[in-house]
T-cell receptor, first 113, second 111 residues
Framework: EAGVAQSPRYKIIEKRQSVAFWCNPISGHATLYWYQQILGQGPKLLIQFQNNGVVDDSQLPKDRFSAERLKGVDSTLKIQPAKLEDSAVYLC???????????FGPGTRLTVT | GEDVEQSLFLSVREGDSSVINCTYTDSSSTYLYWYKQEPGAGLQLLTYIFSNMDMKQDQRLTVLLNKKDKHLSLRIADTQTGDSAIYFCAEIGGSARQLTFGSGTQLTVLP
């Protein structure tokens, strides 16, 4: 069974630029999560989708972050414009609907200079 | 909000047992998890325990839960160099139904 795929693996941008991350969850997983993991901290949930609807985006900084999951499969997380404090690893995870076990992708390491 | 606390570092000798501790504040936690993160990789679920259990054993891993003290521990028997990684405690429960992670414990296994 293929795992959660993410791209790119690494990205370096300058502050005020835009960036987008892509996630392909495990086939059949209805629930998709985006987490932000700052160095030295645990992951923090940014947004949770159930199919193509948003379940929880209470911790998403909506002035600069956006996410979509148009067909209920792949998802894109965008930051526009980026700030220095956005430097982090962005993790995508997926799970079967109603299940607590989440499967994580390898993450995208973003560096904002 | 809910909080999960872990010590930052632990060093053990190869072959010894490792014990990683975690405390949490959410009294309505349903599940508690241990994840492992190796350098440059995502999080791998190691094991989990339901809140009505006080112990779970899975091969070299033993999870102990003291619900009264809101304390969770992960014991790794016969620790190997391949166990060197960051270990995250996480909990889910209550109305939030989202995972809350600790800051992680860096386990270093010395030869």
């Amino acid at each position: 069974e293929a795992g959660v795929a993410q791209s790119p693996r690494y990205k370096i941008i300058e502050k005020r630029q835009s960036v987008a991350f892509w996630c392909n969850p495990i086939s059949g997983h209805a629930t998709l999560y985006w987490y932000q993991q700052i160095l030295g901290q645990g992951p923090k949930l940014l947004i949770q989708f159930q199919n193509n609807g948003v379940v929880d985006d209470s911790q998403l900084p909506k002035d600069r972050f956006s996410a979509e999951r148009l067909k209920g499969v792949d998802s894109t997380l965008k930051i526009q414009p980026a700030k220095l404090e956005d430097s982090a690893v962005y993790l995508c995870a997926s799970s079967l609907a109603g299940e607590f076990e989440q499967y994580f992708g390898p993450g995208t390491r973003l560096t904002v200079t | 909000g809910e909080d999960v606390e872990q010590s930052l570092f632990l060093s053990v000798r190869e072959g010894d047992s490792s014990v990683i501790n975690c405390t949490y504040t959410d009294s309505s936690s349903t599940y508690l998890y241990w994840y492992k993160q190796e350098p440059g990789a995502g999080l791998q679920l190691l094991t989990y325990i339901f809140s009505n259990m006080d112990m779970k054993q899975d091969q070299r891993l033993t999870v102990l839960l003291n619900k009264k003290d809101k304390h969770l521990s992960l014991r790794i028997a016969d620790t190997q160099t391949g166990d060197s990684a960051i270990y995250f405690c996480a909990e889910i429960g209550g109305s939030a139904r989202q995972l809350t992670f600790g800051s992680g414990t860096q386990l270093t296994v010395l030869p």
